[in-house]
T-cell receptor, first 114, second 114 residues
Framework: GENVEQHPSTLSVQEGDSAVIKCTYSDSASNYFPWYKQELGKRPQLIID?????GEKKDQRIAVTLNKTAKHFSLHITETQPEDSAVYFCAASTNGGSQGNLIFGKGTKLSVKP | DSGVTQTPKHLITATGQRVTLRCSPRSGDLSVYWYQQSLDQGLQFLIQ???????AKGNILERFSAQQFPDLHSELNLSSLELGDSALYFCASSPQQRGGHTQYFGPGTRLTVL
């Protein structure tokens, strides 16, 4: 089955710097890759997603890139702010068959220092 | 607010007991997913239901079971509880059974087994 590896597990940056989180996946059939942000004790919230027919997607300060050949995708946050501090999870799923569950990476705890 | 509701918010019980967690999906969503999040762990997929039918199983213990009712709400039953079952349990919903669609998470139920 699918396996998603996520690095780093913790990341500390200064306010205004950029942050990059990387994930790799094992199943070449995976074609949907969402990123979730989870604040302490709260629900995971989708911040951006990408499908395998696209190489890059941007939404204001957040961007995701996908390299299907290498089976990895990355989250880029520019001009980080203290409110970006949270745990970020990458995930993968396929768009075929009769199931749609997400396989998550183990998360990256991002700390943005003012 | 994602539109997904979960009750109860907190649950404290003893080892060996049985509990039921409830989830109501977003209006119009037919798929419900259950995920377990233990301390310092990522999100582990447990089970998926679509329009009342089981569609996929992940790392769900035999002591755990779930169902989805005609009104599309879902219940996760956990029995013979052990200390290690203490975790946050999230449900998520999406409109389709296949992957590639945004999954919206509920606020979670925090289960504490003493």
């Amino acid at each position: 089955g699918e396996n998603v590896e996520q690095h780093p597990s913790t990341l500390s940056v200064q306010e205004g710097d950029s942050a990059v989180i990387k994930c790799t996946y094992s199943d070449s059939a995976s074609n949907y890759f969402p990123w979730y942000k989870q604040e302490l004790g709260k629900r995971p919230q989708l911040i951006i997603d990408i499908r395998s027919n696209v190489g890059e997607k941007k939404d204001q300060r957040i961007a995701v890139t996908l390299n299907k050949t290498a089976k990895h995708f990355s989250l880029h946050i520019t001009e980080t702010q203290p409110e970006d501090s949270a745990v970020y999870f990458c995930a993968a799923s396929t768009n075929g068959g009769s199931q749609g569950n997400l396989i998550f990476g183990k998360g990256t705890k991002l700390s943005v220092k003012p | 607010d994602s539109g997904v509701t979960q009750t109860p918010k907190h649950l404290i019980t003893a080892t060996g007991q049985r509990v039921t967690l409830r989830c109501s999906p977003r209006s119009g969503d037919l798929s419900v997913y259950w995920y377990q999040q233990s301390l310092d762990q990522g999100l582990q997929f447990l089970i998926q239901y679509y329009n009342g039918e089981e569609r996929a199983k992940g790392n769900i213990l035999e002591r755990f079971s779930a169902q989805q009712f005609p009104d599309l709400h879902s219940e996760l039953n956990l029995s013979s509880l052990e200390l290690g079952d203490s975790a946050l349990y999230f449900c998520a919903s999406s409109p389709q059974q296949r992957g590639g669609h945004t999954q919206y998470f509920g606020p979670g139920t925090r289960l504490t087994v003493l």
